[in-house]
């Protein structure tokens, strides 16, 4: 698995690529918490184009980080999903829970249509 990150003032972009599955998860996890940290933005939108491949431990690190994003106020959303794997967020019951739009541009558009604020600007205004 492999993840490209694009950053900007509102929200983290990760490009997921390859298999998100038991050997790859933790690396999801840490890699996505740690760009969240270091950005400071509320809001993830995962681009699932070109994964080829989720196992339930791929399912559960995805509902895990939506959780974690929710939390802290953002947005959690999945993106250009592959009929396979939205299969199986469908047969999984994710899709009850986990956000989804059909382009990137598109949930960039909700993200900016919600007014949310950055971790720093939030912190400037309290």
Sequence with gaps: MQIEF????LFAVARVSGELDL????KFRSLIDQ??????????VVNLKNLSFIDSTGLGVLLGRHKAVK???????????PPKIMSMLEMAGLMR?????????????????????SQEEASTNE
Aim: with cysteine; charged share 20%; aromatic share 6%.
């Design 6 to 9: 694009h950053m900007a003032p």
């Design 23 to 26: 050997s790859s998860a933790a």
């Design 35 to 44: 760009e969240l940290r270091k950005s400071g933005v509320p809001n993830v």
């Design 71 to 81: 939390s802290w106020g953002g947005k959690f959303i999945l993106t250009d999903v």
């Design 97 to 117: 829970v986990l956000e989804t739009t059909r382009t990137e541009q598109d949930a960039i558009r909700l993200i900016e249509a919600c007014g949310y604020v």
